[in-house]
C-alpha cells in the first residue's frame, strides 16, 4: 500500500488479528489515556474497531463517537462494541 492510500475495508479485519496486540496492547492503550468514566470520545479513524470496545468500557457513563472515511470499517466497528453501547457513528 502506498503512502497516502487508505486501508482497503475488504482487508481490515486482518487489523484484528490477536497478534497485534502483542505489538500495541488497545486495553493498554486506552487504560493510559486516564479517560474519566463520563467522558465524551471521539475516535477518529476508527478502522474496524481495534480500540473502540475498549474506549466504550473505559467511559460507561460517557460517549464514544465513531469515525471513519471508510463507511464500511464504522459498520466493522459497531459489529464490534455491544448492543445498547455508548457508541453512536459518524461517517
Known amino acids: 500500500m502506498r503512502r497516502g492510500k487508505v ?4 482487508q481490515a479485519r486482518s487489523l484484528l488479528n490477536p497478534l497485534r ?3 500495541q496492547s488497545p486495553r493498554r492503550t486506552v487504560v493510559a489515556m486516564a479517560l474519566s468514566p463520563g467522558a465524551k470520545v471521539l475516535e477518529l479513524g476508527c478502522g474496524p474497531g481495534c480500540f ?4 466504550a468500557q473505559a467511559v460507561p457513563r460517557g460517549i464514544v463517537v465513531l469515525a471513519d472515511v471508510q463507511f464500511d470499517m464504522i459498520i466493522l466497528a459497531r459489529e464490534r462494541l455491544s448492543a445498547g453501547s455508548n457508541a453512536p457513528y459518524l461517517q
Open 21 to 23: 496486540r502483542l505489538v
Open 52 to 55: 473502540s470496545p475498549f474506549i
Open 7 to 10: 486501508y482497503p475495508a475488504a
